[in-house]
């Protein structure tokens, strides 16, 4: 994409604070959020949530998840594994995954029309194999190993399915949860020049 996704805006936030509100709101008690590239800019604009550092941003994202596990409190039973160019989930997917998760499941997967999305929800009798996951094959690896543990839930959202790898996609994401154009990338937003977007 050429450009930092967390900082981009998002309706009258940013793409990484839409996220914190929507786990906020969805009744998640602690929220780590893993740095790597561009840490300090992060912690400037991000309050009342824990850091996680991944030493190495091009590694894998089981190396992430796994510097976030390490920073959830000993007491917590369970993490929700959010993506950050995730910003238009609605709280309610966060809601009724915890809610499935206390009816007994302890791998829950949101779908849309079948497809799976995030974020996902991961008990945490599962923390070693969490730990480990940048030597195992990710999280699908984990989810792959423990079918039986699987459940999917259907959710009333297409945006746990929407990423935004290109400014295409930013663009018709923006449009679509805020009903508004997203704004034109500024020079400092990306490391193209300016004519790539012309």
């Not at 992060?42 to 590694?59: C, E, M, Q, Y």
């Not at 959830?72 to 993490?79: D, G, K, V, W």
């Not at 966060?94 to 779908?111: C, F, H, M, Q, Y």
């Not at 923390?127 to 989810?143: H, K, Q, T, V």
Request: include cysteine.
């Amino acid at each position: 994409m050429g450009a930092f996704k967390p900082l981009l805006p998002f309706g009258n936030k940013t793409v990484i604070e839409c996220c914190i509100d929507y786990l906020r709101e969805g009744g998640v008690e602690t929220i780590v959020v893993v740095l790597g590239h561009r840490a300090e800019e992060l912690r400037r604009k991000i309050t009342g949530v824990t850091f996680a550092v991944n030493p190495d941003p091009s590694s894998e994202m089981g190396a992430s998840i796994a510097a976030g596990v390490e920073q959830l409190p000993a007491t917590a039973e369970a993490a929700l594994i959010a993506l950050s160019d995730h910003p238009a989930v609605p709280a309610t997917v966060v809601s009724d995954l915890i809610n499935t998760w206390k009816e007994g499941a302890r791998l829950i997967v949101p779908t849309w029309q079948n497809r799976g999305g995030h974020p996902v929800l991961v008990d945490l009798s599962f923390r070693r194999e969490l730990l480990n996951l940048s030597s195992s094959g990710g999280l699908r690896a984990l989810f792959e190993a423990h079918p039986a543990e699987v459940k999917r839930i259907a959710v009333d959202s297409p945006f746990i399915a929407r990423d935004m790898d290109t400014w295409d996609d930013y663009r018709a994401l923006h449009l679509e949860a805020t009903g508004k154009p997203a704004p034109e990338p500024l020079n400092n937003q990306t490391n193209e020049t300016p004519d790539a977007f012309i």
